[in-house]
């Protein structure tokens, strides 16, 4: 399995949702959760930007919300919430689409991921680093197979997943 981050965020900009639940993480909830909830659970971000994104022939405006430094949750170095949904109630741009997370050290080791989101429905290397993938919609990505430590986690809606190779 080969999935490059940029792909594998795009794939989590997918704007149709699907009945299951999407991955979550610290009453982060991808097609659920607004941006007044975040702003009432982590305050103002760090940053923000306004960004077009590009899905199924159509423009949207969406907005990007960065938390680092001592503004990050604990146990995180830089938490990036990317809002703008569409589904069958139209485009909400103020709804949570997906979000990557950069975990400190020892925080969500290998271990902590399979107790909280139980056993990876794929794993794969890519480039050399290893990829974990959930259909929730979670992935998660490894410096090397040999790493416990995730550098970067996603989260977003449910996605199909393709057939093993």
């Known amino acids: 399995m080969s999935v490059r981050p940029l792909i594998a965020l795009g794939a989590l900009l997918v704007l ?3 009945p299951a639940a999407a991955a979550d993480w610290d009453q982060l ?5 607004t941006q007044p909830q975040v702003r009432e659970r982590f305050g103002a971000p760090t940053r923000t930007e306004v ?3 590009q899905a199924k022939g159509e ?3 969406t907005d990007r919300w960065t938390y680092e ?3 990050a949750p604990p146990g995180v170095t830089r938490l990036v919430l990317e809002f703008g949904f569409k589904d069958d109630r139209g485009y909400r741009r103020e709804v949570l689409r997906a979000f990557t997370m950069e975990p400190k050290a020892g925080v969500f080791h290998k271990g902590i991921l399979a107790k909280g989101w139980g056993d990876p429905d794929r794993v794969g290397l890519d ?3 290893e990829v974990f993938v959930w259909a929730s919609g979670l992935i998660a990505y ?5 790493d416990i430590d995730p550098r970067l986690l996603l989260f977003g809606v449910p996605q199909p997943l393709p057939p093993p190779r």
Do not use: Q, S, Y
């Open 59 to 61: 423009t949207f405006d």
């Open 142 to 146: 490894f410096d090397t197979p040999e």
């Open 16 to 18: 149709a949702a699907l």
């Open 69 to 71: 430094g001592a503004k």
């Open 29 to 33: 909830v991808p097609a659920t959760t």
């Open 127 to 129: 480039g050399g680093r």
């Open 51 to 53: 960004v077009k994104v």
